[in-house]
Every structure is written in C-alpha cells, then in structure tokens.
C-alpha cells in the first residue's frame, strides 16, 4: 500500500512511517499542500496512493461528483479530531495506527476506491 498525508497531521508521521520501510508521502513535502482538494486527490490517484485525510465534508463531495463522472479514487482513509487529535502527542498513535492499517493491506491497490476510517 501506498500512502499520502493530507497537510494538516503532525510532519513527523510520514519520515517515522518510512522509517519503518512504509511507502508514505505527506502532502507538505510533495508540495501538493498548495492544490485545492480534488487536485490533491488527483495526485494520489495518479501515484497510486491512498489519502488519509481530516477533511470529510470535502471529499465525500469530490467523491460524488468522480461517481457520476465514473472516475475512481486510490483510497480515502478518514480520521476525526474527536478520536484522533491531530497533535504533535498523537504521532505515536498515528504512526502505530497507520502502520498496522498499512501492513494489513500491503498491495499498491488495497483501497482503490474504498473510504475508510481509522
């Protein structure tokens, strides 16, 4: 599994998943921080990743309008503030997380198309 981080989670997650041999990206240091949503998720399509994202109401929308137009997404995994603060004292829980949720679905393609939350 391939995955990018939206801009907003703490910018340690990505190099510490690496580190553990994970195929992670952040948004930050693609420089796709500066692309509107659908652009974002454009990208991620086209480099075959996953997004974990905090953003719902937007992507469920871009979502959407892709099913109409029969466009298919790489994978949308959702987190919300509530159980997953996006704090600096959250990396570790994160990085476990994502870790465990990666290693469960190794294939480039294991949510191709799905929404899921961690």
């Given at each position: 599994?391939?995955?990018?981080?939206?801009?907003?989670?703490?910018?340690?997650?990505?190099?510490?998943?690496?580190?553990?041999?994970?195929?992670?990206?952040?948004a930050?240091?693609?420089?796709?921080?500066?692309?509107?949503?659908?652009?974002?998720?454009?990208?991620?399509?086209?480099?075959?990743?996953?997004?974990?994202?905090?953003?719902?109401?937007?992507?469920?929308?871009?979502?959407?309008?892709?099913?109409?137009?029969?466009?298919?997404?790489?994978?949308?995994?959702?987190?919300?503030?509530?159980?997953?603060?996006?704090?600096?004292?959250?990396?570790?829980?994160?990085?476990?997380?994502?870790?465990?949720l990666?290693?469960?679905?190794?294939?480039d393609?294991?949510?191709?198309?799905?929404?899921?939350?961690?």
């Amino acid at each position: 599994m391939r995955l990018a981080l939206d801009h907003h989670y703490p910018a340690p997650i990505a190099p510490l998943l690496r580190a553990r041999g994970l195929d992670v990206v952040s948004a930050r240091e693609q420089h796709w921080d500066r692309l509107t949503d659908a652009e974002l998720l454009r990208c991620c399509t086209n480099d075959q990743r996953a997004l974990l994202t905090n953003n719902v109401a937007d992507f469920m929308q871009i979502v959407r309008d892709w099913q109409l137009d029969r466009a298919r997404h790489s994978g949308l995994i959702f987190t919300s503030d509530r159980q997953w603060p996006r704090t600096k004292n959250m990396t570790g829980r994160f990085v476990d997380a994502i870790e465990d949720l990666m290693e469960q679905r190794p294939t480039d393609d294991a949510f191709a198309g799905l929404i899921v939350w961690l």
